[in-house]
């Protein structure tokens, strides 16, 4: 998919992996529509850039809906959908105080997986409207999910359970959308350097840099965003979750 001219949507764009991907693919010549539930990052961006910008809560199907339709409403029909909405929520399964509540995990569930199901169906459903390009592709999309899919620690049951099923998502949605040219690919970021990590002690930030095999930092999100401008161009990259982690294998703690 030629990056330069296409309209493209970027869910989760207003700061961290999403900002980064947000700015590579303006630079890149594409249409770019931001969307995300913070609105002051999100408009700030867009006013900066020049863009649009959308208030959307991936759990609520008419925002995803109307993100989309106002991305595909931009130079001649979405062509890419990009979802870095997620969060995140630390809690073992049981422990002393008893059972994990209920209701976290169904939250973690609810944007993460849910919500990355959302933008994925509104998105493809927009895309199959698209006159076909070279090899009759209509169009991309790029999920995001995490290493902890793979590598799940302690406390990260919710987490895990939510990005192992971005993961899991992937390959059945390339082949249900293969007969309409629309292309489904995932990112399983390691440890990046996003606002999250930001709150953290400087020290602290330099010893899980340390703990990567190569390069020993943390990753940049602007490398998230290269990857994906990647999976956007190359035709041959469908059904694919590709780790971005520097050989990083999580321990258990």
Not at 71 to 100: D, E, M, N, Y
Not at 155 to 168: D, L, M
Request: charged share 20%; net charge negative.
């Amino acid at each position: 998919m030629k990056i330069e001219g296409s309209s493209a949507l970027v869910v989760g764009g207003a700061s961290g992996l999403g900002e980064a991907t947000v700015r590579d693919l303006h630079g890149r010549g594409a249409l770019v529509t931001v969307a995300d539930v913070n609105a002051e990052k999100g408009e700030a961006l867009a006013s900066e850039l020049g863009l649009e910008f959308l208030a959307c809560d991936v759990r609520e199907e008419t925002h995803v809906q109307a993100a989309v339709e106002h991305a595909a409403a931009v130079g001649g029909g979405l062509r890419i959908a990009i979802c870095c909405a997620g969060t995140g929520w630390a809690q073992k399964v049981a422990g002393s105080k008893g059972p994990h509540p209920l209701l976290p995990f169904e939250t973690i569930i609810s944007i993460n997986l849910i919500g990355t199901f959302n933008v994925l169906r509104f998105a493809s459903a927009a895309m199959i409207a698209n006159e076909p390009l070279e090899d009759d592709e209509r169009g991309v999309c790029v999920n995001t999910a995490s290493i902890a899919a793979f590598d799940g620690q302690v406390g990260q049951i919710a987490y895990a359970a939510s990005k192992g099923g971005v993961v899991a998502m992937t390959l059945p949605a390339a082949r249900d959308l293969a007969q309409y040219g629309i292309r489904v690919n995932t990112v399983a970021p390691g440890l990046f350097d996003t606002p999250l990590l930001a709150a953290l002690p400087e020290e602290a930030r330099q010893k899980l840099g340390a703990g990567v095999p190569f390069p020993r930092r943390l990753g940049a999100p602007t490398e998230y965003a290269q990857l994906v401008c990647q999976l956007v161009e190359n035709r041959m990259l469908n059904g694919e979750t590709i780790r971005l982690d520097g050989a990083l294998r999580m321990p258990p703690r």
